[in-house]
């Protein structure tokens, strides 16, 4: 096992994305305003990016306030896509427009878009000129598809090729592509799309099966050509359906001409999946959502309305019992088996909504 | 859109897998035993095996136990990976040990030990007999773990490359097995794991990452270094917070002795999720799991004992106010604000205990 200890090893479900103590050491140096010890405690180049976000959602605001005054390069890119919404929400006010214009620049298409709808109005404005023309205009038109919809996750980045293209032609095109920069290349792809001539989706050949074949093959002869083709109106919750019962690892985005517009993959729809279940979840006990992170009096405000009308149904139930007080003094036995009705009553209610959700 | 109109289009989610105009034409078509019209309902090579799977699922039995007699093909490896585990379950006594043994063959090897813990006890016998040595010595490891744990989920067909290697290398090696009928290399894959000569794995290469690298740039400067490893004892519940966490799309399964062993890809961990979660849901609502396709008996079984416990508690809480009786025939309004202090508190705990899940 010494050889793997230098590796990123899999944390234990108990401490994991609460590792309290270096947490504290993290407070202790920002408060004394030690660069230094800071830089030492935050690894950046050698830390996952979530691993940071994990102990950056601990800290307090005014934490992360100094902060981002003393190290803004803590806030990088990738650690502003993995962050909790509500911490970006609070860590965005304290960067510069010209900081997020650049992660946003940096960044796939839909997590730029994901960091930008935590912007406050203002913000939105001054981050929106600092963008380049292509950029802006991408926001925008994702911005117009509704939350919760495939056209707000997709990202705009692919890879396409001509079904008469070969193996060779397509792996050179990639090299080609590589070799600029790789500007125009997802940072992450699964499946290389086969297009005609109108830009249409036709089939699409997974990077194994790319891999496994002879430079010489046609793309036309690879293609799988059972693709299941998403349209940016779609809810999220159908998309992620889609992926599970396909077992999809990406899948094509097309308009409402059916033409090759965007792609989604897999480890988006992960945390939709949880996105979705969670508020399934919270749904059913009445309970809006509310993280770790917020204060008493927000979790106050989440549950209370639930509580009250609630307290109103009892109420009501009570003031009809309060109709029948002289049959109830008269037959005490009544009032004894009134919790056994109202409690079967309610929790078979709850067993039946369980099951249908 | 004429040319998408070919394509595998994405259901309306109202119709998604319920499809029950054509469920009962094959109904009708088994029940004449019409092998033509079966074929033509049953589009195999067309249509997506998860789709074949919905449909065979809303069959009953006899239906089943039918087709199988008819058209035993109908029960493809395919489509024995994507049906449900109590459709299975039911479907698996109808084959022979011949056809199953085939088709554990044919499928990776985390799907196959998955059919494979669907079988009777005898038939765990007839077929563990007709599988070759290799396979068999694999499966019975397999499940040697403990079930919902890593050790379970994982494949054991991956691929690795030592370090040493350069892109050209692993890309000649891939297309070698390719054309050698590729038994070695797995259907799918996402990433070549890096190993060092004691086949501990050092690092992976994603796929996109080798597309778009030249031939001769070595793994060693290509691979990321931050590897999340898996071991075979994780529960599969950890496993999926790995996966979400760090975005993963395969991750490396190593032994006690820290070798490679096998692997874990994401369709899994959706399923996991989704089952996970499922059973967080139900667990709540004090209902375990019943599927559409269990009867009412089966649905009963699993919702009473709850409903009875809540039922004795209740019965005690009118025990406890039956002590009180002459107190409250003397105070009627005590009766009259039980259901409010009993209901609140009930909601309060519901509340309570879904935001701690």
Redesign the interface.
Known sequence: ?T??S?????PA?SH?GLDVGNVDELHEAITAQDKTRIRELLDLD?E?P?ELADRLEQLSHSDRKTLAELCPDVFSPALLAELEDDVVEDVLPLLSSRQISRAMEELESDDAVQLFEELSDEAREEVLEELPEQERREIEESLSFDEETAGRLMQREFVAAPEFWTVGQT?DH??E???RG?DN??????DVYVI?A?F???GYV???T?????RGTLLRDLMD???????PD??QE?VA?????????SAPV?DA??RLTGMIT??D???V??EE?TE???A????SE?GLVDTVADTVKA?AP??FV??L???L???V??LF?NE??QL??L??????V???G???G??A???A?
Request: charged content about 15%; proline content about 4%; hydrophobic content about 50%.
């Open positions: 096992m050889e793997l230098e590796l990123h090893e899999a479900p994991a050698l996952h979530a792996i990639m090299r592509q590589g070799e790789g290349l997802p940072e992450k792809f699964f005609d109108h249409h989706p036709i997974p990077l194994s790319l891999m496994r074949s002879q050509t059972n693709l299941t083709v998403i349209t779609m809810d159908d359906y889609l992926f599970e019962k396909y077992d999809l690892i097309v001409d059916g897999v480890d729809m992960v945390e999946i949880q279940n399934d979840m919270l059913l006990a009445g309970v509310a549950r639930w509580l609630n307290l149904t009892a109420m139930a009570s003031s019992i309060s007080q109830i003094s005490v036995a009032a004894v088996l009134m919790p056994i109202a409690s079967m309610g929790n078979t709850t067993q909504l369980t099951v959700i």
